[in-house]
């Protein structure tokens, strides 16, 4: 199993520009999220999805949207990139939405916006 | 919503020593605990988790963490640090009870010396 992959690892946008940031597990995992990590502020959770279809926002989704078309891809887009959106990225999937706490992360993307 | 505090942005110590990294929570019911590490460069990774029962649970590589309701703790320890535990340590709880998302502490940088 490749387990949780992320693609690209670096990326650098221009203000305004959009792009997605592709999330793929190949463990069949119900519940995927992503979080933005920044330096003094630990891990916060953009968005979610407790399986296929099924989407819901967390602690900071304003400028991100998601989508979850299959069980193992959950990609995340940004619409229209702001400096305030450099950060390091991590997607990360669970077994199933009881066990979402059993979190299985992956490498991450560095996102700069100049 | 419940949080984690980690009181210790960076620790530094000795290959060999004991370890003890602190979390404290604010949870109005029983919680639910978690200690995941973060090597450089890498994504997250459970260490270890708390859910009822046992106050003292083990982890993987050699750590564990105590649970202290009369203190609102739940500290992560290990006898004798190696220079591969290097890494940065985050704290976590579930954000209410019954929700599906994972609050994380800030986390504490783990340095050790020769």
């Known amino acids: 199993n490749a387990g949780v992959t992320q693609t690209p690892k670096f990326q650098v946008l221009k203000t305004g520009q959009s792009m997605t940031l592709q999330c793929a597990q190949d463990?069949?995992?119900?519940?995927m999220s992503w979080y933005r990590q920044d330096p003094g502020m630990g891990l916060r959770l953009i968005h979610y999805?407790?399986?296929?279809?099924?989407?819901d926002q967390g602690e900071v989704p304003n400028g991100y949207n998601v989508s979850r078309s299959t069980t193992e891809d959950f990609p995340l887009r940004l619409l229209s990139a702001a400096p305030s959106q450099t950060s390091v990225y991590f997607c990360?999937?669970?077994?199933?939405?009881?066990?979402?706490?059993?979190?299985?992360f992956g490498p991450g993307t560095r996102l700069t916006v100049t | 919503a419940q949080s984690v505090t980690q009181p210790d942005i960076h620790i530094t110590v000795s290959e060999g020593a004991s370890l003890e990294l602190r979390c404290n929570y604010s949870?109005?019911?029983?919680?639910?605990l978690f200690w995941y590490v973060q090597s450089p460069g890498q994504g997250l990774q459970l260490l270890l988790k708390?859910?009822?029962?046992?106050?003292l649970v083990q982890g993987i590589k050699g750590f564990e963490a105590e649970f202290k309701r009369s203190q609102s703790s739940f500290n992560l320890r290990k006898p004798s640090v190696h220079w591969s535990d290097a890494a940065e340590y985050f704290c976590?709880?579930?954000?209410?009870?019954?929700?599906?998302?994972?609050?994380f502490g800030t986390g504490t940088r783990l340095t050790i010396i020769p």
């Open positions: 990360a999937s669970s077994p199933t939405r009881l066990r979402h706490h059993e979190q299985y």
């Open positions: 463990m069949n995992h119900e519940y």
């Open positions: 999805s407790v399986g296929a279809g099924i989407t």
């Open positions: 949870y109005g019911a029983t919680p639910y």
């Open positions: 708390y859910f009822s029962g046992d106050t």
């Open positions: 976590a709880v579930p954000s209410n009870f019954g929700n599906e998302k994972l609050t």
